[in-house]
């Protein structure tokens, strides 16, 4: 199933109707929850408030979330509702400009095979060697929601301690795309970076540093950017100076990281501060430092 920004349905496959009894014209252009609500004869059912975490995470976070196993009931064509358990995975499809276009919502029907494994029974006609593989398949099941569940708790609380220390860092710190389609584009920056900047968040991901750097300064910007995408360099520190949004003129010393997964280049951890008081002094009275 593919969701917008606004958890709104706008395309699903077959066999997502299939599993879910639900038919397309039925369900596309409204909200997943209206399509989907929790079961109301069940006080305990937390399938709406699960995924709607989830989903919100990703829009977010812009990252995949893979939730552990959750009972999700739905409504039939009678309007009554069968007991379901799903396997789900949400993850982001980024638009032109790294923001969110919409959201690929999966599940597997795991109800079959929970029920085995809960009530340890099988069907008269179903042999031992099918019901040891349906026990084993259900067992694999649980141990799997585990796992998920845990290493997605361990991955929050990185993903948590890690936000805090970016957002409250006492420097600017930006993550910048080394990709070859975007290569430059800041992809996140912290709150000392917008004030450094003077440029909204919202903003600053819609740029490059090519947008900041200035003009004459810009030359040793490409080059130490396609080095590090290039992996000839892994780090590099300079001084530069920045044009701030209202176009005022500051220095900078800025340190990048280049960050590469499977040998491909990836982004750069960029951390800024402004040393513009500082090349001010070493300049002396009178004198000039790049205005």
Sequence with gaps: ??????LEVVAVSDAYLKATTTERHAIVGRGIFDVFPDNPADPRATGVANLRMSLDRVARKLVT???PLQKYDIRSPDNTFEVRYWAPTNS???GPDGSLA???HRVEDVTE???LQRTNRVAEDVTNENRSSADAMGAEIYM????????????RESEDRFRLAFEHA???VAIESLAAGTLGRYLEVNRAFCNLTGYRREQLLRMTYRQLIHPDDLADGDAEIAALAAGRS???????RYVRANGAIIWVQASMSAVHAGGQPLNTILHVEDITLRKHTEAGPGGRQGA
Aim: proline residues 8%.
């Design 102 to 104: 919409y959201i690929i």
């Design 234 to 240: 892994h780090h590099s520190q300079v001084e530069r």
């Design 1 to 6: 199933m593919v969701l917008n920004p606004a």
């Design 144 to 155: 799997r929601s585990q796992q998920v569940a845990e290493e997605g708790q361990k991955l």
């Design 92 to 94: 982001p499809v980024l």
């Design 65 to 67: 979330d893979t939730m």
């Design 170 to 172: 006492p420097v600017g």
């Design 113 to 115: 095979f929970m029920y």
